[in-house]
């Protein structure tokens, strides 16, 4: 039973088979197996690269397996089309095609495999850009915010700093006239004379616009941290926004060129597993002599030539005495007298006919 699917597999015409020795049904009955193999490989492959997709595991299965039946149906069809001649190369031209198909068949098959089989070093590589494209998405969004925020903490800075300017400025005041009251400096008498009241005045004027400019630059300083605030929760915003677009960063592209940024060699290697896998088949009807099955499938087919020949001859044959008979039957008729009378009382009558229908036609419209 096993051996009758696989047979089946490989396309073979089991009919003539039956008629073969059982090396010949096992030889194709392998072929078969390794079509199937590479079919299931196929949808193995395929339903892991379309999980990567949707996400969804019933999805995968079914497209999955309807990729396989559609590899299965190529490697059959690709193996059942190859005839033994009695030239190798004019084999080896027969088989060029298919071969390039089955070569884009084992790529098509091995990169998701290598996708699997490589995960972790494509996971690690992932992260790496993943970890390259925050820092980047960071810079970018910080063009956009941060220069404001500079601005913002720049007038702060102005802000306290003419604050402070304003302390000093009233601080020596105060030392001034403190030292005119003390005799250390100024009049150098000790005492509240004139000059002192002039710089105390001086000195609570200068406070009370100190007082001012506090107020008012508090009020400022508290706008602008404020703003700044704003801006700097912004920018968070929107780097919290962006980054599950990096996150989601690892479908089936970023996979493939993840897997392109590794070492060539082992990837390599699986490609040519694949290849073997999928042109052995191809290799084993062109490398394998001529056997029983093949004799008898090139007696078979020569019969169906022969007699298409045969059957194309005698229809030939058929059509051309039908017409050198119709020729002579033709031929004795036109020459017989009461024919001729016929015909020629039939034409008198048409053209009476269409004589008395112009006579009506041209009366009706006079």
């Keep these: 039973m096993l051996q009758r699917f696989f047979i089946f597999c490989s396309g073979a015409d089991t009919d003539i088979l039956d008629q073969c020795s059982p090396g010949e049904r096992t030889k194709y009955a392998g072929i078969g197996a390794t079509v199937f193999f590479t079919a299931v490989m196929a949808m193995i492959a395929s339903s892991y690269a379309l999980y990567t997709v949707f996400d969804n595991y019933f999805t995968a299965i079914f497209f999955g397996l309807v990729w396989g039946l559609l590899i299965f149906n190529l490697d059959r069809f690709i193996v059942s089309t190859i005839k033994k001649r009695d030239s190798f190369f004019d084999e080896l031209i027969q088989a060029s095609p298919r ?21 972790k070093e494509i996971d690690q590589v992932l992260l790496e850009e993943k970890n390259t494209m925050t820092l980047e998405n960071k810079d970018q969004l910080a063009l956009q915010y941060q220069p404001s925020i500079e601005a913002l903490n720049t007038e702060i800075e102005g802000l306290k700093q003419e604050v402070a300017d304003k302390e000093t400025a009233v601080n020596q005041y105060y030392e001034t006239y403190i030292a005119e009251a003390e005799g250390r400096d100024g009049t ?6 004139p000059v002192y009241k002039e710089k105390r005045e001086k000195h609570d004027a200068e406070l009370a616009a100190l007082q001012e400019l506090r107020t008012a630059n508090t009020a400022k300083i508290e706008a602008a941290e404020n703003q700044a605030a704003q801006l700097s929760q912004q920018y ?55 056997g029983p099955y093949d004799l008898k499938l090139a007696e078979q087919e020569g019969a169906v030539a022969s007699w298409v020949e045969q059957q194309k001859a005698q229809r030939d044959v058929l059509v051309t005495t039908d017409r050198d008979v119709n020729n002579r039957v033709y031929a004795d008729i036109a020459e017989e007298q ?18 008395d229908s112009f006579y009506k036609k041209q009366k009706g419209v006079l």
């Design 99 to 119: 071969i390039v198909l089955a070569i884009i068949i084992a790529i098509v098959i091995s990169k998701p495999l290598e996708l699997k089989i490589f995960q």
């Design 188 to 193: 150098l008498l000790v005492g509240k004379g």
């Design 236 to 290: 968070e915003t929107k780097v919290a926004e962006t980054q599950p677009v990096i996150d989601g960063f690892d479908g089936l592209m970023a996979r493939v060129n993840a897997l392109n940024k590794l070492p060539l060699l082992p990837s390599l290697f699986i490609f040519l597993l694949f290849l073997a896998i999928e042109t052995s088949p191809i290799l084993a009807k062109l490398l394998s002599p001529k």
């Design 338 to 355: 009461e024919i001729y009378d016929y015909k020629r009382k039939i034409a008198r009558e048409l053209m009476q006919m269409q004589a």
